[in-house]
């Protein structure tokens, strides 16, 4: 499995890159991203194109890894935004917030194939009509979004989407149309109110190839930890092959449905 690091920190994405991920993402989407997400404890970018030069001299410097850069949402502003962002280097377009096979089609002429389009599946229109979408030619690869995508939804915890099994859903569409995905966040083992074994575990089971380190990954790495270790501990567990997946599988879907049933009971109390 490959993972995804957003960050604009030269240092931070040296060292991860060298550490084995694949793909340093710098972020700069904005558009409408503080009306979803300014109520929550979420991480809201503030990268700007000039820091896709700067990771793009990291990455070159390295020799290792690629560069993925996270647009707007598809607009008027996209064509200069996209043009621009090529012109410094990078390696990959994601596109967010989509909704319709238009706008996919869209933003691949605008790339013009001068790169691989990774879409960023985090709507609610664009999973119901996800069957359309595939149908558009030069997609490269997806990732689900789980922040946005529980929020559209109107669920309380982001992995009732794991035991709702709608994710199985999405996987078997992106399985049989023959293009990776990789979904949501994870932070270091051995973490996190719902345990990072658990959700890696749920990743392999519907085979999802890519995962993006969380912001909780980096603040551990802050307590002097250090990224070849905890990188190491992440690829380490995937490579097991011990492991039974379905039991974990059920795990993570019961614990999901307890943290959701406490968010929701919250509200009332």
């Not at 060298?18 to 972020?27: K, P, T, Y």
């Amino acid at each position: 499995m490959e993972l995804i690091v957003i960050t604009n920190d030269p240092s931070y994405a040296r060292s991860m890159a060298c550490a084995g991920v694949s793909r340093i993402m710098v972020d700069l989407e904005i558009n409408g991203k503080v009306a979803r997400q300014g109520h929550l404890d979420t991480v809201i970018s503030r990268h700007s194109v000039h820091d896709v030069s700067v990771i793009r001299d990291v990455l070159d410097h390295c020799g290792v890894g690629s560069l993925m850069v996270r647009i707007n949402p598809l607009g008027p502003q996209s064509k200069f935004e996209i043009n621009e962002v090529l012109a410094r280097g990078a390696d990959r377009i994601m596109l967010p917030m989509f909704t319709h096979p238009d706008e996919v089609s869209q933003c691949l002429d605008l790339i013009d194939g001068r790169v691989p389009l990774t879409l960023l599946l985090e709507t609610a229109a664009a999973l119901a009509r996800l069957p359309q979408i595939l149908c558009v030619n030069g997609i490269d690869d997806f990732h689900v979004g789980l922040n946005d995508l529980h929020l559209d939804m109107g669920l309380d915890f982001m992995f009732e989407l794991f035991s709702s099994r709608l994710l199985d859903h999405v996987a078997h569409l992106l399985n049989a149309a023959g293009l990776a995905f990789g979904i949501g966040g994870v932070g270091c083992i051995g973490t996190g109110i719902l345990p990072s074994e658990l959700i890696l575990a749920a990743h392999m089971h519907v085979g999802s190839q890519r995962v993006i380190l969380s912001r909780s990954f980096a603040q551990h790495l802050g307590h002097g930890c250090s990224a070849d270790q905890e990188v190491g501990k992440l690829l380490a567990y995937l490579a097991r092959t011990d492991l039974d997946l379905s039991s974990l599988r059920l795990e993570l879907e019961e614990r999901s449905c307890q943290i959701a049933n406490s968010k929701r009971r919250s509200i009332f109390f």
